[in-house]
Each structure stands twice: as C-alpha cells, then as structure tokens.
C-alpha cells in the first residue's frame, strides 16, 4: 500500500452561552448523535472563520478571494496596470477574460439592469451567476493578459494560445485557501480543485439543551410613559465542543505545486500551508451573535496527528454522551475519555506510523499527556509540526 501523509487535528474546547452558528429559525444549530441532542457548528461555519483568520497572518497574495463581483476586482487590476484603461473599458476586458478562463457567463444581473433603467442610473457592474474562487496571483496574471489582448480582446481569445494561456492561468499558482478547501466552477470542471482539507461538523461531548434570553431596550429619550422600547429573545447554548479537521498533506502539495520560486525548497509551500491551517484552526471563532454573547474562548486541548494511511477521527469516544464529574463540568471526563479511546483505535487497526503531538492547558487536561509529545505553546507546535511534515515531504522526494 503506498503511504501517504495525513494530518489529523482534534480540539476540545469550552464555549459559554453562545450563538455561533444559526440554523433558519434563529437558534443555535444542534444534531443527533448517540440518541440526544447535541449543540453543533457547522464545518462551513468554522471554514469561513479559518478563512478570514489567514487575513491576520498570512500576505494578501498568498489568498483568494471568492465573489460573483469577480469582473470588478480583475477591473481594478487592469486599471492598476494601465491607467488609461479603465471603467466601462476595464470591465469589458475583464468580463471577455473571464468568460475564457473559467467558462463563466460574465454579465449584469438582469434585476440589477432592470432596475438601473428604472431609476436611471449607470449600467451595472457584470457579474458571475455564482461564486467564483481565484487567487490573487491568478487575478494579477489574467490582468495582464487581458493588456496583451486589449486593441481587440475578442479577437485576441480566439487564438487557441491565448485561450490555453488563460485556462492555464486559471488553474495554477493556487492561492492557499483554495488549495485547503478546494473550488468547483459550474461551467468548466477541468479547474475545479479538490479540497486538500476535511473539517468536520463541531459537536458537544454531552447533551445540550437550547435556553431563550428575554431582553427589553429602553429608549435614552423616553418620557414618564412606562414600557420598553423594544423587547425579543435570542437563543443560545453552551457546550464542550469536539472539533475535528483532516489534511491531505499529499493532495495540499498538488495544489499548490512544488517550490515555485526561485531557491525555494520543494515543500515549503505546503509547510507555510499546513501551518497557517493549524494556526487558524486552532484560534479561529465563528463569529455569530459574537457581539451579544462574548464567547472568546480558546481549546484546552490540541492533539495532532501525522499519519501513513487515513484520517481518523476521535468523534466514536463521545457516542455515549459525556455526564459531569462530582464536581460539575465537562471537560475533565471528555478529555478521560479520549485519553482512552484513542490509544484503543490505534492498537486494533495498528500499521500506521504516526507521530502525536499535544498542546494542553489545565489540569482537568492531565490524562491526555499520554498520547503525545506535549508541546509547551501553539507557535511551537505549528512550527514542529510544519517540520515534520516538511521533512516527510523531502524524505519520500
């Protein structure tokens, strides 16, 4: 069997009342599992938060940016490059760009044209039908084949060389979030890319209940008159969450190709990947109803796994919800209970060679220093596993 290179991310972490993920009703969003109720976050919720985590630590262009307003960014860099092309003329270059790099159709939304007669106003910006995911450096790379092509773009794309040029430009030099969490376009499934990572739905390790909070306003100006000036609820849960993420660290490096600058060594693109994941991960917070709540937490624990042959996630040890200990609280018996399922998967399905490492807080933490090498900081352990994975990397290269 060929080896592979996965890494596993687990997380227990502690969140007060809350809201961080709505369902459609407004309430916090729950599942099933193992006969109760469970508090949940979805894996989509807690992506986009990985995401906007990178802003804060990673360079504009190594990220994408996803939007249906695609034309008007790819606008600004046609105008960037050459000021006299701009407005109307920018966007027409960008649109014509676009629809032969990604197969898009690239127009105004007819509601948004329909209305702009009505009222009068300016033509609208043309847009995609649908999200479209491209990376900074694709976005500066389409910009300036759009300039080759300027006197007659129409003209210029229909050249099987420069309709190649584009494809191509649309396929590679992936930004980092792209090559982590994948992108599909509709109209043209040859530069769709696969998701190098899985993150699974959070769940509490306990049963969880839904509590309203009634809540009135009083108006600063108000009169004698007696009553509110507003009143509503808002629902909320609190939890001990399992959290759950896998990276392909094999399908990562595809994405993003292989020491792509100049001197740079083979894997350092996917070891700055893997590390901004982890750090992002790690710290990042769905940010619903955030400002009513304040639920700023970090987890108390962190285990990371290097793995040979597949994910594998710890979920099964919460099947049986978790009951407080004697003196209340969640935490302590969820991280005895991992501390001794895990070493139990690993013993009856064995053959992987792994490394284990663990960043913990507290001593309701303990017992997880059993299964792994702890780590005394999340710098450290982003940089020691960047390294792992890295040196796995050069030694099957």
């Known amino acids: 069997m060929t080896s592979r290179t996965i890494l596993d991310v687990h997380a227990l972490q502690n969140v007060p009342p809350s809201n961080l993920n709505r369902d459609d009703t407004g309430a916090p969003k729950t599942a099933q599992y193992g006969g109760v ?179 009135t306003a009083v108006d600063d100006r108000g009169d004698a008159e007696p009553g509110a000036g507003m009143i509503g609820t808002v629902d909320f849960n609190s939890a001990t969450l399992y959290r759950y993420a896998a990276v392909d660290v094999d399908l990562l490096q595809r994405n993003l190709g292989a020491g792509l600058d100049e001197g740079e060594a083979p894997a350092t693109p996917v070891r700055r990947a893997v590390e901004a994941f982890l750090e992002a991960f790690v710290s990042s917070l769905p940010t619903g109803k955030i400002n009513t709540f304040g639920n700023h937490t970090l987890p108390d624990a962190v285990i990371i796994t290097l793995r040979t042959t597949r994910p594998v996630s710890f979920v099964s040890a919460f099947e049986k919800p978790v009951t407080p200990d004697c003196n209340g609280g969640y935490l302590e018996p969820a991280c005895e209970r991992l501390a001794d399922y895990a070493p139990e998967i690993e013993r009856a399905y064995g053959g992987d060679t792994s490394q284990t490492w663990l960043l913990r807080v507290g001593p309701a933490t303990a017992k997880l220093s059993t299964l792994g090498d702890e780590i005394p900081s999340l710098t450290r352990l982003v940089t020691t596993v960047g390294a792992a994975v890295a040196q796995r990397l050069e030694h099957r290269g």
């Open 37 to 215: 109720t469970r508090a949940r976050v979805s894996s989509q919720s807690w992506k986009r938060a990985t995401r906007r985590y990178f802003e804060t630590i990673l360079d504009p262009g190594e990220l994408g940016v996803r939007t249906k307003r695609v034309a008007e960014l790819l606008a600004e860099r046609i105008t960037a490059l050459a000021p006299a092309i701009n407005g109307a003329a920018a966007l027409a270059l960008a649109s014509e760009v676009l629809q032969t790099a990604t197969g898009s159709k690239i127009e105004p939304p007819k509601r948004k044209v329909d209305a702009a007669k009505k009222n009068g106003t300016d033509d609208p910006a043309p847009e995609s039908s649908y999200l479209l995911f491209l990376s900074s450096r694709q976005l500066d790379n389409l910009a300036a084949l759009a300039l080759e092509g300027a006197d007659d773009i129409k003209a210029f794309l229909k050249d099987k060389d420069a309709k190649a040029r584009a494809k191509k430009i649309a396929d590679s030099r992936h930004s980092v979030d792209i090559a982590l969490f994948g992108r599909m376009v509709a109209d043209s499934i040859d530069i769709n890319v696969d998701a190098a990572t899985q993150v699974a739905h959070a769940l509490s390790v306990h049963r969880a209940e839904t509590e309203s909070d009634y809540f």
